[in-house]
């Protein structure tokens, strides 16, 4: 790679943060380990869901090493199923709300006028919300009553798509706002002008001349709203609103930890700390990558 | 300045209002509605009972018609009972808006009063010890779940040491002492999460103001490193905090869902889920609208805060 190019440049500063260089491996290690659950599953020879009620709460072991929950699950297992609902919906819906915030910023900030009014008005008027008690409600909805057939709505994965709606419909604003500005000065230069002088379209000039520039941004946002999405997902399966059993996800783990916190204090510990050290995993690593992408922003 | 003000104040009713009709509308699609609730509680209803109750309460007519009659009733002061507390919605919601309120403004007062310092402290030294420090205790602050350091706090001084009580709320007539042990771990909860984020924003502000042009003259004319971290520059970084700082104002009144939930505070943030939770159709809504209503006026309080401190900040296209 050329020593002097943008990109090598951003590597070598983000080198230099230690934090998310360690981020990146601890996430890495995290992806890896639940990506091999079925192999830990082999290993101990039982599966993620098996009830087993004649060792309810037992401690750690060797053939569970972590312990099994109030129904004799093996919470090791539990976690690590766990941890692919949790990361596969914090990337899926971090990633779904961006695009939709970047089609939105881009079209406000390329067509300003009234289009621009409109959809800033709406931007504003989403942020100053009150969003968790509306996403609580938005989570209690009663899917079939929007006329929504019935294989849907008791399909298993359905609690899955419904959180990466309301994250996405939600959580787009910070991106459309970032995005808008860009665009804004952007679209000013003489390269935008040459390609609506060749006679481009806006869409070409929007999506290939303008959203090139942009990606470094919204990267960076993208990443840094990954850890808001894993705990919301987690706050919202806490209350048992989000993803549903038997399906394990490291918020309704804790949901029964709660009543069991006398008992079982330590089944309350695990999944917590895996949701905390994953999003300060993430929020280290948006923070590295927008010093690497963007010197000036701090110092 | 006024023009701005009017506006905005204008912009927020139309919010208010749309939000009005899009929150009825959503309540209408949660599960099961309140005739559901009459024939599960009376196994003698037939089906035309039920046809008849639906007529009787308007429940048959389109979604905009009861949209509007109720915004008509609501409008001259009838906001209706609540279900699951057998009396009125205003009287339900005026003891939760002040448990919330006492809740709230205790966590902010002592969010405020620790992050601050921390903020500024971390800015004079950058790249110190103490930076490093208070970045890191930052960084945790906005990670962790609320819910989860509320259970690790239950756990600790419930549970293990046993000092604290887990939930709940001083009974009628207990002593000030009494009252104040229940509010310990929820404030702490609440606390915490704040003062990651403030006292990020306090840093990143105060780094802002050290690189300017003044701080520079007040360091040539030797003053000391302290006197113009906290006599110089303190005053004018502390502009865009305080905006944040309003913005979370709404807050202090729509209560901490979360972390009253999990302590049984009676406060607002417990009641709308309660009420969502527990099908109480009039109380969760004017529960939410209350809420809404009151964070788009924080918001309103932020930007005439900004505009009120900072004279540089002309509204309203006039010359800068």
């Given at each position: 790679m050329n020593k002097n190019s943008p990109l090598f440049l951003a590597f070598r500063r983000f080198r230099r943060h230690k934090l998310a260089i360690f981020s990146v491996c601890v996430l890495l290690s995290m992806v890896l380990a639940v990506v091999f659950a079925p192999l830990f599953e082999a290993w101990l020879g039982?599966?993620?869901?098996d009830v087993d009620l004649y060792s309810?709460?037992?401690?750690?072991?060797?053939?569970h090493p972590l312990g099994t929950d109030e129904l004799g699950r093996d919470v090791l297992l539990r976690l690590l199923y766990g941890g692919r609902i949790s990361l596969f919906t914090g990337l899926t819906a971090a990633c779904f709300a961006a695009t939709i915030g970047t089609v939105i910023g881009l079209l406000a900030g390329y067509f300003g006028g009234r289009l621009d009014a409109v959809l800033m008005r709406l931007t504003d008027s989403i942020i100053a919300l009150p969003l968790l008690p509306l996403l609580i409600v938005l989570a209690a909805i009663?899917?079939?009553?929007?006329?929504?057939?019935q294989a849907i709505v008791e399909s298993e994965n359905v609690s899955f798509y419904r959180i990466v709606l309301i994250v996405a419909i939600t959580g787009w604003t910070a991106v459309a706002r970032l995005v808008r500005g860009a665009t804004l000065s952007i679209k000013e230069r003489e390269f935008i002008m040459a390609a609506q002088g060749v006679g481009a379209g806006h869409l070409h000039v929007m999506f290939s001349h303008i959203l090139p520039n942009l990606l470094s941004p919204i990267i960076v946002a993208v990443t840094l709203s990954i850890g808001g999405v894993i705990l919301l997902e987690s706050v919202l399966s806490f209350f048992g609103l989000g993803i549903q059993p038997p399906m394990a996800s490291w918020g309704n783990m804790l949901t029964n930890a709660q009543q069991l916190i006398w008992e079982a204090p330590m089944l309350a510990v695990y999944p917590g700390l895996l949701i905390f050290i994953t999003v300060i995993s993430f929020n280290f690593l948006g923070d590295g990558l927008q010093d690497a992408f963007d010197p000036k922003a701090e110092y | 300045m006024r023009q701005f003000l009017l506006n905005r104040a204008l912009q927020s009713l139309v919010v208010i209002i749309i939000m009005s009709f899009v929150i009825y509308s959503l309540i209408g699609l949660m599960p099961g509605d309140p005739i559901d609730l009459m024939i599960s509680a009376n196994p003698n209803m037939t089906a035309s009972d039920a046809a008849a109750l639906r007529e009787l309460y308007g429940l048959d007519l389109p979604i905009y018609e009861r949209y509007w009659n109720w915004l008509g009733a609501a409008l001259s002061g009838d906001l209706g009972y609540s279900r699951l507390f057998g009396q009125p919605v205003l009287a339900v919601l005026l003891p939760a808006l002040k448990n919330s309120l006492i809740l709230m403004g205790t966590a902010f007062l002592l969010a405020v009063c620790i992050a601050i310092p921390l903020g500024t402290l971390a800015a004079s030294k950058p790249r110190s010890a103490v930076d490093y420090g208070v970045n890191l205790f930052a960084f945790a602050g906005i990670s962790i779940p609320s819910f989860w350091l509320a259970l690790m706090l239950i756990i600790v001084?419930?549970?293990?040491?046993?000092?604290?009580?887990a939930g709940g709320i001083a009974s009628n007539g207990a002593g000030l002492l009494e009252y104040v042990k229940y509010m310990v771990l929820p404030v702490a909860t609440i606390a915490t999460l704040s003062i990651g984020s403030y006292s990020r924003y306090t840093r990143s502000s105060m780094l802002e103001v050290l690189r300017q042009d003044y701080v520079r003259t007040a360091r040539a004319k030797g003053a000391s490193n302290s006197r113009v971290v906290w006599k110089h520059a303190l005053r004018n970084a502390m502009i865009p905090v305080v905006t944040i700082l309003a913005l979370d104002f709404g807050y202090l009144f729509s209560g901490a869902l979360v972390t009253e939930t999990i302590f049984s505070w009676p406060g607002m943030g417990k009641l709308i889920f309660d009420s969502v939770m527990g099908n109480d159709f009039n109380l969760a809504l004017v529960a939410l609208l209350f809420a809404t209503a009151l964070t788009l006026i924080g918001n309103l309080l932020a930007d005439i805060c900004y505009a009120l401190l900072d004279p540089r900040i002309v509204i309203g296209g006039g010359k800068a």
């Open positions: 039982v599966g993620a869901n309810r709460m037992v401690g750690p072991s060797l053939s009663d899917l079939s009553k929007l006329g929504l057939p | 001084f419930s549970v293990f040491l046993g000092w604290l009580p």
